[in-house]
Each structure stands twice: as structure tokens, then as C-alpha cells.
């Protein structure tokens, strides 16, 4: 096949263009052609040749796409964008302020499934079943997303109101298709709420169907290969079927956070990189102590966003009368405190 690359002229000032990227520009249409008509077997063997042109000059990139490739034999189905949405997060796992624990539970996932290849020559799956617990506002929703962005593997999102239906029948099929196009290739599948599909068979009293769909969760939750990360959330785990818990390879409580955290957060929010330059981390301490902010770490970001609110107004006033705000000088109010201290820094 001739491209205009190759039959640009060698000599002037246009380069010519390296024959392996040629290649791999030649490769780019029947690719696209290929994931567009659903052949999986052509997709997979493009997606070889595209990772071996690459192997010499990009061998961590060349990894990747033979590990995102359609697992041998597989249909390429569509999503099921009804139930489903397919998200590429940006948040990173450093954005996320965590418990020490659950931050090294978090490292052990990632090295694990980023050695799913090597593990499973020695007959040991990685771990890819979490289960979050904690009050809303903490974190399990972000960490989710950051261990997609982490792996970097799409992020599939359980819609609810698609998910569960009234005719619960239904639902079991629903489920049926959210786990179906999971297992197609490696991704982070997040069941958020998951107290109200794994309900407690012991307490679902006579609604039989409730019980069904535990059962098959149980069942979908076992044959679950190892390139899917399996994230399940809920703020009551007490609820969910005893032996569902006992699924999860790895449990994550991300519970009231302590003042530490409180203040870790506050640090990393009012930093100067997050506030045009300007240093606020003055008001950290004052944000970690405040009640209503500690509430969760939702408030104490918000609290963050007021303090970073109220000093880019006054900076913005300060600049159109001619003084100047130095980091932490004005006396900010919170939005649900009393005013606090002025702080030097
Ligand atoms: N651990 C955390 N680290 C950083 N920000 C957090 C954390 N927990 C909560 N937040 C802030 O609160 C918002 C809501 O958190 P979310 O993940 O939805 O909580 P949950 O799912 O536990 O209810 C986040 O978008 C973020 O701004
Ligand atoms: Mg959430």
C-alpha cells in the first residue's frame, strides 16, 4: 500500500516519515473499521501488530494495549449505555486523602492487577473485589474512580434508575447485561448503593424475588474474571447478604475522618497550586478543627472552596482599588462559623 508519507521526497526540508510509524498510520483505518463492525478476532490481531510495532520504542504502551485488547473469542458487545456509563476519570489516586490502611489496600489492588499476567502463571487471581463502607461524603465514590484513573481502565458506572425496575425480574436481567459487557475487557465496574440490590437474604422476608437477585449476584460475583475490578459502595454494609460480604477479597471502611485527615485535605485544597499561587494553608487548622466542616470530608472541601471563593473576591476587589491581599491576611468568615482567627503565615 503506498501513503503520501512514502512517496514524500526524501531531500528539501520535509522529513521523511520513520517506515514503522507509516505502518502503524496504514493500521489506523481498518482498526477503527474493525471496532465500528464488532470484529473482534480482526480487532485483536491489529491491536498485536500495532503493539509489536511499538514494543522497541514504547514497551509500557505496547502492555497496555494487548491488555485492553478483546480477550480471545470475545464478542464486542456494546454498552448497555441504558444501565451503564463509560467513564475515563481524571481524578488521580493522589487527589484522594486516605487512611494509611486503606491506602496500602489501594497500592496491593493496583500491583496486583498490574501482575494479573504473572500471577496467574503461578495459579494466584489478583485481588478485584472492594467493598467501600462509610457514611456519604468520604471518599468511596472518588476512590473508585481513582483506582480506574490508576489502572487506567474505563470506568463503568451502574445507573440505578436503569438498574433496578420495578418488575424486579428485570432487574436480575439488567444485571445480566452490566456484568456481561464488564467481562468484555478489563475495567473498574462500580455498583454504588449496593445495600439495595445485595439485600440480606435472611431479612428479605417473603419477597422471594429480592432473594433471586442476591443469589445471582453471588453467582455473577463468582465467575467475575480478574481484569475486572469489581468496586461495590454502600453506607450500610450491615445489609448486605452475609455472604456476599464474604466475597469481597478487600474491604475498605472509609468512616467519620479523623481531625488528621481533616487537616490532610485542608492542606492539599488551600496549597498554592489549587489557589492561583496563593498560600492559604493558614486557614487549615482552623477548617480541620471546625465541626461542621468535619462533618465528612465533603464539608471540609467545601469549606476549602468557600475560603478559596472569598479570597479570590477580595484579591479581585483588592486589585481593582490598587492594594494588594497578602496569602491569609483577610479575616474570612466560614459559611457556617464563627469568623476565624486571623492567621500569619
Ligand atoms: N477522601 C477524600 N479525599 C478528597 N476529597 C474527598 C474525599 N472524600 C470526599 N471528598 C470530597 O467530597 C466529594 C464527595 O465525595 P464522594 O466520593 O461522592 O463520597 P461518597 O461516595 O463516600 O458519598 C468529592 O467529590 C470530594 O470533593
Ligand atoms: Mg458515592
Same mark, same amino acid.
Given at each position: 500500500? *503506498?501513503?503520501?508519507?512514502?512517496?514524500?521526497? *526524501?531531500? %528539501? @526540508?520535509?522529513?521523511?516519515?520513520?517506515?514503522?510509524?507509516?505502518?502503524?498510520?496504514?493500521?489506523?483505518?481498518?482498526?477503527?473499521?474493525?471496532?465500528?463492525?464488532?470484529?473482534?478476532?480482526?480487532?485483536?490481531?491489529?491491536?498485536?501488530?500495532?503493539?509489536?510495532?511499538?514494543?522497541? @520504542? *514504547?514497551?509500557?504502551?505496547?502492555?497496555?494495549?494487548?491488555?485492553?485488547?478483546?480477550?480471545?473469542?470475545?464478542?464486542?458487545?456494546?454498552?448497555?449505555?441504558?444501565?451503564? &456509563?463509560?467513564?475515563?476519570?481524571?481524578?488521580?489516586?493522589?487527589?484522594?486523602?486516605?487512611?494509611?490502611?486503606?491506602?496500602?489496600?489501594?497500592?496491593?489492588?493496583?500491583?496486583?492487577?498490574?501482575?494479573?499476567?504473572?500471577?496467574?502463571?503461578?495459579?494466584?487471581?489478583?485481588? /478485584?473485589?472492594?467493598?467501600?463502607?462509610?457514611?456519604?461524603?468520604?471518599?468511596?465514590?472518588?476512590?473508585?474512580?481513582?483506582?480506574?484513573?490508576?489502572?487506567?481502565?474505563?470506568?463503568?458506572?451502574?445507573?440505578?434508575?436503569?438498574? +433496578?425496575?420495578?418488575?424486579?425480574?428485570?432487574?436480575?436481567?439488567?444485571?445480566?447485561?452490566?456484568?456481561?459487557?464488564?467481562?468484555? %475487557?478489563?475495567?473498574?465496574?462500580?455498583?454504588? $448503593?449496593? &445495600?439495595?440490590? %445485595?439485600?440480606?437474604?435472611?431479612?428479605?422476608?417473603?419477597?422471594?424475588?429480592?432473594?433471586?437477585?442476591?443469589?445471582?449476584?453471588?453467582?455473577? +460475583?463468582?465467575?467475575?474474571?480478574?481484569?475486572?475490578?469489581?468496586?461495590?459502595?454502600?453506607?450500610?454494609?450491615?445489609?448486605?447478604?452475609?455472604?456476599?460480604?464474604?466475597?469481597?477479597?478487600?474491604?475498605?471502611?472509609?468512616?467519620?475522618?479523623?481531625? $488528621?485527615?481533616?487537616?490532610?485535605?485542608?492542606?492539599?485544597?488551600?496549597?498554592?497550586?489549587?489557589?492561583?499561587?496563593?498560600?492559604?494553608?493558614?486557614?487549615? *487548622?482552623?477548617?480541620?478543627?471546625?465541626?461542621?466542616?468535619? +462533618?465528612?470530608?465533603?464539608?471540609?472541601?467545601?469549606?476549602?472552596?468557600?475560603?478559596?471563593?472569598? /479570597?479570590?473576591?477580595? @484579591?479581585?476587589?483588592?486589585?481593582? @482599588?490598587?492594594?494588594?491581599?497578602?496569602?491569609?491576611?483577610?479575616? /474570612?468568615?466560614?459559611?457556617? %462559623?464563627?469568623?476565624?482567627? /486571623?492567621?500569619?503565615?
Amino acid at each position: 500500500m *503506498s501513503t503520501e508519507a512514502e512517496t514524500q521526497p *526524501s531531500t %528539501g @526540508s520535509r522529513k521523511r516519515t520513520p517506515s514503522y510509524v507509516v505502518q502503524l498510520l496504514q493500521r489506523l483505518p481498518p482498526l477503527v473499521d474493525a471496532a465500528r463492525w464488532g470484529q473482534a478476532q480482526r480487532l485483536t490481531q491489529l491491536t498485536d501488530e500495532v503493539a509489536s510495532l511499538i514494543e522497541g @520504542s *514504547s514497551p509500557s504502551l505496547a502492555r497496555k494495549l494487548r491488555a485492553s485488547r478483546p480477550l480471545n473469542g470475545t464478542r464486542i458487545i456494546p454498552p448497555p449505555t441504558d444501565l451503564l &456509563d463509560v467513564l475515563q476519570p481524571a481524578i488521580g489516586l493522589d487527589d484522594v486523602v486516605l487512611p494509611e490502611v486503606a491506602r496500602d489496600s489501594c497500592a496491593a489492588l493496583i500491583e496486583e492487577q498490574q501482575n494479573r499476567e504473572a500471577l496467574a502463571a503461578w495459579n494466584v487471581p489478583p485481588c /478485584h473485589k472492594i467493598l467501600l463502607s462509610g457514611p456519604p461524603g468520604n471518599g468511596k465514590t472518588m476512590l473508585a474512580g481513582a483506582l480506574a484513573n490508576a489502572l487506567d481502565i474505563p470506568f463503568l458506572v451502574a445507573r440505578y434508575g436503569g438498574l +433496578v425496575d420495578s418488575y424486579l425480574g428485570n432487574t436480575g436481567k439488567n444485571l445480566d447485561k452490566i456484568f456481561e459487557f464488564a467481562a468484555s %475487557g478489563p475495567c473498574v465496574l462500580f455498583l454504588d $448503593e449496593f &445495600d439495595s440490590i %445485595g439485600v440480606n437474604r435472611a431479612k428479605a422476608g417473603d419477597v422471594g424475588e429480592l432473594r433471586r437477585i442476591t443469589n445471582q449476584l453471588l453467582l455473577m +460475583v463468582d465467575r467475575m474474571p480478574p481484569h475486572v475490578v469489581l468496586v461495590c459502595a454502600t453506607n450500610q454494609p450491615q445489609l448486605v447478604d452475609d455472604a456476599l460480604r464474604r466475597r469481597f477479597d478487600t474491604r475498605i471502611e472509609l468512616g467519620d475522618p479523623s481531625p $488528621e485527615l481533616r487537616m490532610r485535605l485542608a492542606m492539599k485544597e488551600l496549597a498554592p497550586n489549587r489557589c492561583n499561587g496563593t498560600d492559604l494553608r493558614g486557614y487549615a *487548622s482552623a477548617i480541620a478543627a471546625d465541626p461542621q466542616a468535619g +462533618v465528612n470530608l465533603d464539608a471540609t472541601s467545601k469549606a476549602c472552596m468557600a475560603i478559596r471563593r472569598r /479570597h479570590a473576591l477580595e @484579591s479581585l476587589a483588592a486589585a481593582q @482599588s490598587g492594594e494588594t491581599v497578602a496569602s491569609g491576611q483577610a479575616t /474570612h468568615q466560614l459559611p457556617f %462559623g464563627p469568623p476565624l482567627p /486571623h492567621v500569619a503565615l
